[in-house]
């Protein structure tokens, strides 16, 4: 499995402005070989030829780095192809764009970015070194280091202008799993009911158990209430939308979530690891902006920020370090039926869930991943038989200390 590592670089003063020549012809010369291919598109046919911008750049950034510019070039444009093929065989809803260039949307200045081949640089304990003889001073941690076994990929260096950093993103192949699984005799299954208030909800072997999101839920609030003061302020001072604080809050308001997320996934997989999970098995997610009822809030929250997406891929993405398959189950229907009697009278508000027809009671998120399960029997071509009993009436809640 590919995972990156990212270090905080410190160039000295005379290093950061090699860096700074270096990067912006890597940009340019991945720009004018994406004009070059963009214009070819257009005129109706297409040209993977680069010999032009090879040579040119070769002498300003070194012929490896030039070469992955062209290999970096060349990946986006053959997951365009990849992506129209799927189009046009009516598997996609929207025709994909070509690859645009490396440019920042707001600013439309070129980011700056330096990529070098995997076998051109070298991460020692305090420097990293590269071609040219530069040799620059890196703090952070090589999290996925792990020996021989672990193999380096391509470094890409960037800029970040908000912060005026510089890091070096370092991708490792690492084997994997890193834990040995518990559940290869035992075949245990988790079914997983992912959402807003309730996160993440579960059930294996019938206990059923959650995590609360309030604490969570009230830092994002926290952040986007700083954002919307800051932006009024903005507006009214000097009639501007956006400024450097303004984007430091929108980034500090994701980053949080997302680590909150971590905090709460890597708990999660821990749990099912524990008790010898050898699967997980998610509702699948496409429907989830359309299906569920939420309120204003949570609905603005979902359509702009909660990331549903994010938090199953770094279920995906920590179960695999512990050997754990993640599969996906389509979870329409899952929340509106009585996973007891199978009938779809069933009354739901907020939080509960009631059957008209047996009088089962339960958690609403709790009646998710039960059903979950019983879709992914179904699948299998087996009859439910997931344990309906009081542990759906009043799952465990966790909580993730922010
Ligand atoms: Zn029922």
Redesign the pocket.
């Known amino acids: 499995m590919r995972r990156t590592n990212t270090f905080r670089l410190f160039p000295s003063k005379e290093q950061k402005q090699r860096l700074l020549n270096l990067a912006d012809n890597c940009s340019r010369m991945y720009n004018e070989i994406n004009h070059k291919r963009r214009q070819s598109l257009f005129s109706g046919g297409f040209d993977w030829n680069t010999d032009e911008q090879y040579h040119k750049y070769k002498k300003l950034v070194g012929s490896a780095t030039a070469q992955q510019i062209i290999i970096k070039n060349n990946e986006a444009w053959k997951s365009y192809w990849a992506i129209l093929k799927k189009w046009k065989k009516g598997k996609l809803e929207k025709k994909p764009k070509p690859p645009g260039y490396w440019k920042d949307r707001e600013t439309g200045k070129r980011p700056l970015k330096i990529l070098v081949r995997c076998d051109n640089y070298k991460l020692e304990d305090r420097v990293l070194k590269l071609p040219s003889k530069l040799k620059i001073r890196w703090k952070g941690k090589n999290r996925w280091n792990r020996g021989s076994s672990s193999k380096q990929g391509r470094l890409e260096i960037t800029y970040d202008e908000l912060s005026e950093k510089w890091y070096a993103h370092m991708p490792v192949e690492v084997e994997y799993p890193l834990h040995q699984p518990k559940g290869e005799e035992e075949k245990k299954e988790a079914y997983v009911d992912l959402g807003v208030k309730v996160p993440i909800m579960a059930s294996i072997d019938g206990e059923v158990f959650g995590y609360r999101a309030n604490s969570m839920l009230s830092d994002w609030w926290y952040w986007t209430h700083k954002i919307a003061e800051h932006q009024s302020v903005l507006k009214g001072v000097n009639n501007r939308s956006t400024s450097k604080l303004l984007k430091s809050y929108y980034r500090k308001r994701r980053r949080r979530f997302r680590n909150n997320v971590n905090v709460m996934v890597r708990d999660f997989v821990e749990r099912c690891w524990n008790r010898g999970v050898s699967k997980i098995v998610c509702g699948d997610l496409r429907n989830i902006r359309s299906s569920a009822n939420f309120s204003r809030k949570s609905n603005s929250m979902i359509h702009n920020f909660w990331s549903v997406g994010y938090m199953a891929r770094r279920i995906e993405e920590v179960a695999e370090e512990y050997g754990i398959r993640v599969t996906r189950v389509d979870e329409r229907g899952t929340s509106s039926e ?1 996973p ?2 199978g ?1 779809r009278r069933v009354i739901r508000t907020k939080r509960m869930f009631r ?1 008209r ?2 009088g ?1 009671e339960a958690h609403r998120d709790a009646v998710g991943c039960i059903n979950i399960g019983l879709a992914h029997q179904r699948e299998k071509g087996k009859e439910g038989a997931e344990a309906v009993n009081r542990a759906m009436a009043r799952p465990t809640l966790l909580n993730i200390e922010v």
């Open positions: 009585c007891r009697c009938s059957c027809d047996c089962l």
